[in-house]
């Protein structure tokens, strides 16, 4: 499985709010600590804030927070919201297909029977199991560890 740059800072994004709890982070923050461009991580959080999954402030003491409760989001909900075209394969039916066996083929089907699988697995996670289970993220991250926001 491959995610976009996109998906995956989504998830970093989260994963990072979600360690630093009730003190947030900024863009500039979390960009500096994944190496990434502060104008790509805008749109992300622009993007997790209108999914109401982020909640920025402005001003002084202003920054970013989770929105919501970790245990309330699944892995896979998320990667369905951050990869809406996620089967971007002919096999699986996206887009103009161009494949002349398309529908007679066996193919297809055991496709979407594992990217079914995968989503079943996916979809039995949540941020919070994710955070439970990342031991030393906050040192990597170069944060103390905060209480939860939630």
Same mark, same amino acid.
């Given at each position: 499985?491959? /995610?976009?740059?996109?998906?995956?800072?989504?998830?970093?994004?989260?994963?990072?709010?979600?360690?630093?709890?009730?003190? #947030?982070?900024?863009?500039?923050?979390? $960009?500096?600590?994944?190496?990434?461009?502060?104008?790509?991580?805008?749109? %992300? *959080?622009?993007?997790?804030?209108?999914?109401?999954? *982020?909640?920025?402030?402005?001003?002084?003491?202003? #920054?970013?927070?989770?929105? *919501?409760?970790?245990?309330?989001?699944?892995?896979?909900?998320? /990667?369905?919201?951050?990869?809406?075209?996620?089967?971007?394969?002919?096999?699986?039916? $996206? !887009?103009?297909? !161009?494949?002349?066996?398309?529908?007679?083929?066996?193919?297809?089907? *055991?496709?979407?029977?594992? /990217?079914?699988?995968?989503? $079943?697995?996916?979809?039995?996670?949540?941020?919070?199991? %994710?955070? &439970?289970?990342? &031991?030393?993220?906050? $040192?990597?991250?170069?944060?103390?560890?905060?209480?939860?926001?939630?």
């Amino acid at each position: 499985m491959r /995610l976009t740059t996109y998906s995956d800072l989504s998830f970093r994004t989260l994963i990072f709010l979600g360690v630093a709890g009730i003190r #947030g982070a900024t863009i500039p923050e979390i $960009a500096a600590a994944f190496g990434s461009s502060e104008h790509h991580l805008r749109k %992300v *959080v622009a993007e997790l804030v209108r999914l109401k999954l *982020v909640r920025a402030t402005r001003g002084r003491s202003g #920054g970013l927070h989770l929105a *919501v409760a970790p245990s309330a989001v699944t892995i896979g909900g998320l /990667l369905r919201q951050f990869e809406p075209e996620f089967a971007a394969s002919e096999c699986l039916g $996206a !887009g103009q297909n !161009g494949c002349v066996i398309f529908g007679a083929c066996g193919l297809q089907r *055991v496709f979407n029977e594992s /990217l079914g699988a995968l989503f $079943a697995v996916l979809d039995r996670y949540t941020l919070e199991d %994710v955070l &439970k289970s990342s &031991k030393g993220v906050a $040192a990597k991250l170069g944060l103390e560890a905060a209480p939860p926001l939630m």
